[in-house]
């Protein structure tokens, strides 16, 4: 497994975590004590650029929380937000996030990697509506209409 690969599965393991742990307690830990109560867990055990860039995307897509799921709401036609797996939210989170803030990664990249996140941790139609929802934001982006509306 490629470290973006693996960045990638921790990123949505954190952020799985992270909106657990908002959901269930009325005063939530910070991003970072979150990170580093998760980094800290047993069981992490991984180089520092895997580490590195997982916490990127992880910090990112809590930093940009709103923003992330406004665009993920306009995408998703007939969809709330709170009918969306936690998995699949995540999953689109981080995809988003790299399509806005990570210029150095193909969106190509960037779908197929979480179609293939949703087809680990997510339902068998995971992979297919994760797919529908980053084409369309890949298609808007490319026509440079991705921020309008």
Same mark, same amino acid.
């Given at each position: 497994? !490629?470290?973006?690969?693996?960045?990638?599965?921790?990123?949505?393991?954190?952020?799985?975590?992270?909106?657990?742990?908002?959901?269930?307690?009325?005063?939530?830990?910070?991003?970072?004590?979150?990170?580093?109560?998760?980094?800290?867990?047993?069981?992490?055990?991984?180089?520092?650029?895997?580490?590195?860039?997982?916490?990127?995307?992880?910090? !990112?897509?809590?930093?940009?929380? !709103?923003?992330?799921?406004?665009?993920?709401?306009?995408?998703?036609?007939?969809?709330?937000?709170?009918?969306?797996?936690?998995?699949?939210?995540?999953?689109?989170?981080?995809?988003?996030?790299?399509?806005?803030?990570?210029?150095?990664?193909?969106?190509?990249?960037?779908?197929?990697?979480?179609?293939?996140? !949703?087809?680990?941790?997510?339902?068998?139609?995971?992979?297919?509506?994760?797919?529908?929802?980053?084409?369309?934001?890949?298609?808007?982006?490319?026509?440079?209409?991705?921020?309008?509306?």
């Amino acid at each position: 497994m !490629g470290k973006r690969r693996r960045a990638r599965e921790l990123a949505l393991q954190f952020l799985y975590q992270h909106d657990s742990l908002n959901e269930s307690s009325p005063e939530s830990p910070s991003v970072e004590e979150s990170l580093s109560l998760f980094w800290e867990r047993d069981g992490i055990n991984t180089d520092t650029e895997v580490k590195d860039f997982s916490s990127v995307l992880s910090k !990112g897509c809590c930093t940009n929380l !709103g923003q992330l799921d406004d665009i993920i709401v306009r995408y998703s036609k007939n969809w709330r937000l709170s009918r969306i797996s936690k998995i699949d939210k995540n999953i689109l989170r981080i995809a988003v996030y790299e399509m806005l803030y990570l210029s150095n990664i193909p969106p190509a990249v960037t779908i197929n990697e979480a179609v293939e996140l !949703g087809k680990t941790f997510g339902t068998e139609e995971s992979g297919a509506f994760i797919n529908g929802i980053l084409d369309k934001i890949k298609g808007d982006r490319d026509k440079g209409d991705f921020l309008d509306d």
